[in-house]
């Protein structure tokens, strides 16, 4: 009895955790300097959170597929396709991506998520028209010219997991001008390692 009720304690429910993540984006308040942004502690439920960082050791289909025209991965960052919009539709020799190893690395996650419920509620909550409707509503009106409201179900999205060694290092640069939105949500154990965190620049060029 007494293990019955601590697994029901322990229970994800995907609502809840789903209207958590959406109730800490509504409650935070955009920074505008040197871009908008966003910056959210505890996205996920403590109990979430602490589910997805045990099971994320335990994933198998870890690839290395994303590297810009060389199609060839990084050892020091291995990586995980959870989500693209695009890899149904399209499939380019020419392309920036692989997209023939991200349909896989797709595949391969789908069938793992299966057996991992923490990491099956939090692709739900990342790939969800609610989270997503909700981001690009809070930064709408910083970009007007380039969607509209009723655009939001159309556009489409990708996300992946990446796993960094501590050699990895990305020099500052600018994002592609054809995202939207971009976002990160870092799932560390604690707070020792915040220098491997991302820093914002303000772009010489004033560029936003």
């Not at 291995?78 to 890899?87: G, L, R, S, W």
């Amino acid at each position: 009895m007494l293990e019955q009720k601590q697994e029901e304690e322990t229970k994800l429910d995907f609502q809840e955790c789903l209207n958590y993540t959406l109730a800490k984006i509504k409650e935070c308040d955009i920074t505008e300097d040197p871009f908008p942004y966003l910056l959210i502690q505890e996205i996920f439920t403590p109990p979430l959170y602490k589910q997805i960082l045990i099971e994320l050791v335990q994933l198998k289909s870890w690839d290395s597929f994303h590297k810009p025209s060389k199609k060839k991965g990084n050892p020091k960052r291995k990586q995980i396709c959870i989500c693209d919009d695009m890899v149904g539709k399209f499939i380019q020799k020419s392309s920036v991506y692989d997209i023939e190893a991200q349909i896989q690395s797709q595949n391969e996650f789908k069938k793992e998520m299966e057996h991992y419920p923490a990491l099956k509620i939090m692709n739900f909550i990342l790939v969800s028209l609610e989270l997503k409707t909700l981001l690009l509503n809070q930064f709408y009106s910083y970009q007007k010219q380039r969607y509209k409201p009723h655009d939001i179900p159309s556009l489409t999205k990708h996300i992946e997991i990446n796993s960094d060694t501590s050699e990895f290092y990305m020099s500052p640069h600018t994002d592609t001008t054809t995202k939207l939105i971009f976002g990160i949500f870092y799932l560390a154990a604690d707070e020792t390692q915040k220098h491997l965190s991302t820093n914002l620049f303000r772009h010489k060029n004033d560029l936003k």
